[in-house]
């Protein structure tokens, strides 16, 4: 391999794995991410975004996979921020034009690209900011070069306000410059507390959603069940083919046979346009743990159905709930469903979720009751309507501080008078989390207008229940 050439990987050239047709039948059942939301106008704008970093390992990346993303920060007022890894200098060959002259060409395509999103019409808090910052890796070799880009993440994210979603490619994005920029974003993500969400580009073209794995018992690479997806209103749909029309350089061949491309070939073919670029943007939201992959390799990673510590805590968990009955339940992060088990008996409705797809199918088959329903969400999926029980058990500590202060305010929103919320968290330390069981605790108790309606803890667990201030179990039973 010549200086700037990058390794032969999937490209527009190879027959996709995937039709248009048969992805976009995917799409219709991807749910839409839960962080936003359609306006009067058609546009989903999301309903807080204090900032957004995208990590584009070429320039081009950042429209192919993340146009939506940065429309929608554009389009919340928020500060925007590219983190042009490279110059993708590795897409033509040094006999066919010189590496310093094709990275001013690639940048000034991707800096008119950036143009064109700029002029999307700004949602009701005014319009964002867009900034892209080179930082001159090189092409091809971003795996022996992940601690400077690691450096500049980190940095970026210091530098904007706090609650900034870092964007980046899927780790399992099929270029290793892809998969590096991913693997690195996630560890940055996890490091600065921030949450993280992932964007594929040329995963279209060898994977789909049907794939399994070769051996049994292991989790697919790809979290297909994370998926979400973002809806490409019309008006976004026409900026983004421009600011792909300002790609010249890898939509022709004027300077030259690009790197493993037939003669008369471009980089990006009408095919792989076609395959990527589709009505929804797909993308992955990030969390700490792999919690599908975990699932997949066992039906019982907490060991909830042999273990004396699980069956004690569901039993604690139960006795502190101050009423006999509820009306509506809702239980996010239910795993195997050993709680929602529980509320059922108590509940006249349930509703259940998890991220991972495993663990909803083991529970599912474990609680077979009318009134639950297990639905694939993630916590950012919050249902409608009011809810009277809240039951946040073994998952806060798992959520970034932006996916937390919503997760409080949701709840603070949605609880009824008389209603309320049950935390239930490990107290030893757990080197993926992002705080400790006495933190959750006193997030909680901060909540304005609750009131702490019981508690208890032991050395391994604390259980708090809250809610809008009422009587107690004996005061609402016979002390009058």
């Known amino acids: 391999m010549t200086p700037g050439e990058t390794p032969r990987t999937f490209h527009g050239a190879q027959a996709p794995h995937n039709t248009r047709a048969a992805l976009v039948n995917y799409d219709a059942d991807v749910p839409e991410w839960g962080i936003g939301e359609i306006d009067a106008a058609g546009r989903w704008i999301p309903q807080d975004l204090p900032g957004l970093l995208v990590v584009a390992p070429h320039p081009d990346d950042e429209v192919l996979g993340a146009a939506a ?3 929608a920060g554009l389009r919340s007022g928020s500060p925007v921020r590219v983190l042009a890894a490279t110059d993708g ?30 002029r999307l019409t700004p949602g009701p808090r005014g319009p964002g900011s867009l900034q892209r910052i080179r930082l001159h890796l090189p092409d091809g070799e971003l795996a022996a070069h992940r601690e400077p880009l690691a450096e500049a993440i980190g940095a970026a994210l210091q530098d904007m306000p706090g609650g900034t979603l870092l964007a980046a490619p899927l780790s399992r994005d099929g270029h290793p410059d892809h998969d590096t920029c991913g693997e690195v974003a996630v560890a940055a993500a996890a490091q600065r507390n921030a949450a993280l969400v992932q964007y594929p580009v040329w995963l279209w073209l060898h994977s789909t959603p049907s794939d399994s794995t070769s051996e049994p018992g292991r989790p697919p690479e790809v979290p297909w069940t994370a998926a979400r997806s973002i809806p490409i209103d019309p008006e976004l749909a026409q900026v983004r083919g421009r600011a792909v029309a300002a790609f010249a350089s890898q939509l022709g061949t004027e300077h030259g046979t690009p790197v493993d491309r037939n003669p008369g070939e471009p980089v990006l073919t009408p095919i792989m346009l076609d395959t990527v670029l589709r009505d929804q943007q797909i993308v992955f939201p990030g969390t700490p743990l792999d919690f599908e ?50 509320l059922a008996q108590r509940c006249d409705e349930v509703l259940a979720t998890d991220i991972s797809g495993s663990a909803l199918h083991v529970a599912a088959q474990r609680v077979v009751a009318e009134n639950v329903t297990f639905r694939h969400a993630s916590i950012e999926d ?21 996916q937390w202060a919503a997760v409080l305010a949701r709840a603070s929103q949605t609880l009824e008078s008389g209603g309320h919320l049950v935390s239930v968290h490990w107290r030893h330390p757990d080197a993926q989390a992002f705080r400790s069981a006495q933190q959750i605790r006193a997030d909680l108790r901060a909540v304005p207008g609750w009131a702490v309606q019981g508690s208890y803890e032991d050395l391994d667990m604390l259980i708090d229940v809250l809610g809008p201030a009422g009587p107690s179990v004996a005061q609402t039973e016979f002390l009058h």
Do not use: N
């Open 69 to 71: 993303l940065i429309a």
């Open 293 to 342: 992959g975990l699932h997949a390799r066992g039906s019982d990673p907490w060991g909830v159905t042999t273990r004396w510590y699980e069956q004690r805590k569901y039993g604690l968990t139960m006795a502190v709930l101050p009423r006999a009955r509820y009306s509506r339940a809702f239980e996010p992060g239910c795993s195997i469903g050993g709680v929602t088990e529980l």
């Open 89 to 118: 200098t590795g897409s033509h060959p040094p006999s066919s034009i010189p590496a310093d002259q094709l990275a001013e060409i690639r940048t000034a395509e991707s800096e008119a690209a950036l143009e064109e999103l700029r």
């Open 382 to 402: 919050w249902p409608a309507g009011r809810l009277d029980l809240i039951m946040i058990s073994e998952l806060a500590y798992y959520l970034s501080d932006s």
